[in-house]
């Protein structure tokens, strides 16, 4: 593991978030940790985050970094709160320490952070302030796609479990809906994704769904280098979002990583920017008609690669196989 300061957040930064339907400034920092407890077990498929976690990250260290988090705070009412792994594990944020963090921002509506299921327990909800939220990355409904394609180490139930819970205590749920996790073709990343959200949709006040982005030192980019794996197409999120639609009370929203590059979802050049563009707004408007109506003469290649993965019931990057071996 590289050396890093472990005084120092990875990174804080400002963006728009929505609070009870409004567009509002909100405040985000990534938190130096020990990490994540189920990397150390494995991990998921697709995740390269514990890169910036650091052995012996304790109370001391955590507290230098909430200082650090708090001189950028200017009042913003929603405040985010992430790490590799857990807010809510006691051994990668001590419990006095994860008190004094939410206490910290008691003057914000919201203060949103992330964590597994296993760590929503009835003890931890009855210390969570009234501003909490509390974000569970699910990824997919299907007990097959989360054992074999993500390497989750939880299931659907323990999702349903925890987010029932947090609805009993009153804290709202951010779901995470993963598009495209490996060995999946993409028309089955698709309905993947489209059944993830209806499946998620009553248990939350919101639903991301990220498309993958191929991070270093994962199983995934393993696949990605060897041509066994092409991350989604911007045009098979367009599929998904229109479920909005079907799901009025709730904001069905995305905010993809490294969109537009080889390691994060994309189309072409030539369509790439406007989509995101159109994406950004659909974001805060939830206006599905934004979605709707582009074309780009790379449709149609995607389209037909749909009907081409489904032919040969294969999830390769079939256009970087044809073009190898023409190249030959």
């Known amino acids: 593991m590289r050396s890093v300061d472990p ?6 930064w400002k963006e728009d978030d929505v609070v009870d339907g409004r567009r509002e400034r909100a405040l985000v920092a990534i938190l130096r940790t020990r990490g994540c407890h189920w990397w150390r077990r494995g991990g998921c498929s697709m995740c390269g985050y514990n ?9 001391e260290e955590l507290s230098i970094q909430l200082k650090a988090v708090l001189a950028r705070y200017e009042g913003e009412r929603m405040v985010k709160l992430y790490t590799s792994g857990s807010f809510l594990d006691p051994d990668e944020v001590p419990p006095e320490m994860r008190k004094r963090f939410l206490r910290s921002f008691d ?20 210390e969570l302030p009234d501003h909490a939220a ?7 409904a299907s007990d097959t796609v989360l054992r074999c394609s993500v390497n989750k180490g939880f299931s659907t139930r323990d999702y349903v479990r925890a987010a029932e819970a947090l609805q ?24 993947d994704a489209k059944a993830t959200v209806r499946f998620a949709a009553p248990f939350s006040e919101s639903v991301s769904v990220n498309p993958l982005n191929v991070q270093k030192g994962t199983v995934v980019e393993g696949l990605w280098r060897r041509g066994d794996y092409r991350p989604p197409w ?7 979002l229109p479920l909005k639609r079907e799901l009025p009370t709730v904001r069905l929203f995305s905010s993809p990583s490294g969109a537009g590059a080889q390691r994060g979802m994309h189309n072409c050049p030539s369509c790439d920017k406007g989509l995101l563009s159109a994406l950004e707004t659909f974001n805060f408007e939830q206006d599905v008609g934004l979605l709707e109506g582009h074309d780009c003469a790379c449709r149609r290649e995607w389209a037909s690669l749909l009907t081409a993965e489904r032919a040969m019931r294969t999830s390769v990057d079939v256009r970087r196989y044809l073009e190898d071996e023409l190249a030959l």
């Open 7 to 12: 005084t120092v957040p990875v990174t804080v």
């Open 51 to 59: 890169v910036e976690s650091a052995e012996g990250i304790g109370t």
């Open 107 to 126: 003057g914000a509506k919201r203060v949103l952070f992330e964590s597994r299921p296993e760590f929503v327990t009835p003890d931890v909800l009855e």
């Open 134 to 140: 509390v974000a569970l990355g699910l990824e997919s």
């Open 168 to 191: 009993a205590r009153g804290l709202p749920v951010r779901t995470y809906v993963l598009l495209k996790p490996p060995f999946l073709t993409e028309s089955a990343a698709i309905e």
């Open 234 to 240: 911007t045009w098979s999120l367009f599929e998904v």
